[in-house]
């Protein structure tokens, strides 16, 4: 078992991934010479939202983690199926943007190949799962809250797409409120110009 399939590693990475990035930004921007908005809005726009995704990635990956420790699965496979997507998560995420560990010292020389290797073994493991995952086991999210046609239990995924289809609010009433105002005159004048000319 390698450092990157171990979730305690991958939030420790995500963590000074985030971190180093705001420390950066923050270094940025104690420039007083730089008028604020000039800073924000040109020099450091790039570098703010790189830093946002970064924190709010880390973010995401705790709460995910945190839900998995205290929801009550009925077997461990539940929540190691869970433990494999997080970790996918995380090494996909570190895979997209690793530099900031380079810069830091925290990665070395052969964490590119180990975070790649580890990376198709995890996605490897989940494969077989995937069917059983998309669809699960409870009729309530599948057929009432999963608004999707892929995942319905019965597998009749085109009916399921035209139920949703027939079903969405812009069928509410027979016509458009703007069909006989916008659609219907700019589908005459392209009719009466293609007839035009062909005479």
Partial sequence: MTDFENLDHLDTALAIKAAWQVRDVLKKMSDKSIPKGRQMNDLLA??????????????????????????????QSGKDLMNLQ??????????KDNMTLYESGYFGQGSGDLLFDCFN??????????????????????????????????????????????????NDTPKAPWWDTLIKPTMYRKYNQKQNAKL
Avoid: W
């Fill in 46 to 75: 790039a570098a703010l939202l790189r830093m946002s995704k970064a924190h709010h990635t880390y973010v995401s990956f705790v709460i995910f983690r945190d839900e998995i420790n205290t929801f009550g699965f009925k077997s």
């Fill in 86 to 95: 997080a970790r996918i998560f995380a090494l996909n995420e570190l895979m």
């Fill in 121 to 170: 073994k995890e996605c490897l493991e989940l494969r077989p799962q995937l069917i059983p995952l998309i669809e699960g086991e409870n009729e309530e999210i599948i057929d009432n809250s999963y608004m999707s046609a892929i995942g319905n239990k019965y597998g009749d995924i085109y009916e399921r797409q035209l139920d949703l289809s027939m079903g969405a609010k812009v």
